[in-house]
């Protein structure tokens, strides 16, 4: 016949139990519910904002942008040093029409020219100083070519500064721009220098065949305020294309 031991033999299991359960000021399951609560928030949010980029991602990019004259202008995306061909051209053009084309007035007013040279009182006209902001100024570049402008004028047959003489440059021909490199284009322009006295041509016109060396900037032109100066606005005016010619050279034919 089995005989059952003594309950006092088997071994006291409640305080193991008691081990298992959490005491009421254990903060380990407050802690861990937290995080989860936590986790869930965070990942509701990020949901949140992977939905609005998606949304930013398909939304088709803006095409029309309205200046602050009231015009608008149609846009493309392209990369920051791409330039369309065309702006390039008129780039080129306008440069050099302002640069070569000297009168003696201004608004009906003679035209004081701007000294580039103080030791020589070398003078250029005016329009020309403002469309040398288009020039490069690494080492100086720019100033070097307005000194050579300014000789240039002086040794002209008609007297620009005398009131009565006056060019032209007369543009035949823009190549289209020769891709250098990334952001750099070279543009080759024919053209003729046409020289007046009192209104009348003088001799036969001069060739003036030159090559542009373009390169876009990244810096574009800070909005002008109405207290603008002059300088500034010239400097606006000259760079608003956000290119910049590094260097001209006479043409050569290949």
Sequence with gaps: MRTIKNSSNFPNHEAEYQGIIPAPNNLLPKFVVGSILLHLVTVVILGFFAVVLYRLAIRPSPTLVQTSSGGALTVNQA??????????????GQTAQTLYSWSPKINGELDPGVVIDKDSELLVTTPSWEAGFSLTEKKGYRTS???????????????????????????????????????????????????????????????????????????????????????????????SA?????????????
């Design 79 to 92: 990369e920051s040093s791409y330039r369309d061909p065309t702006l390039i051209k008129d780039f080129v």
């Design 145 to 239: 070519f307005l000194t050579q402008l300014a000789r240039f004028q002086g040794k002209l047959p008609i007297k620009i500064w005398g009131g009565q003489g006056n060019t032209f440059l007369k543009i035949n021909h823009i190549g289209e721009p020769e891709t250098i490199q990334k952001g750099e284009w070279k543009v080759d322009l024919l053209a003729y220098l046409l020289l007046f006295d009192r209104g009348q041509l003088i001799g036969q016109a001069i060739p003036f065949n030159k090559t542009f060396y373009v390169k876009a900037i990244d810096n574009p032109p800070l909005l002008l305020k109405d207290s603008a100066t002059p300088i500034q606005k010239a400097i606006w005016n000259s760079r």
């Design 242 to 254: 956000q290119l910049e010619i590094q260097a001209i050279t006479d043409f050569e034919d290949d």
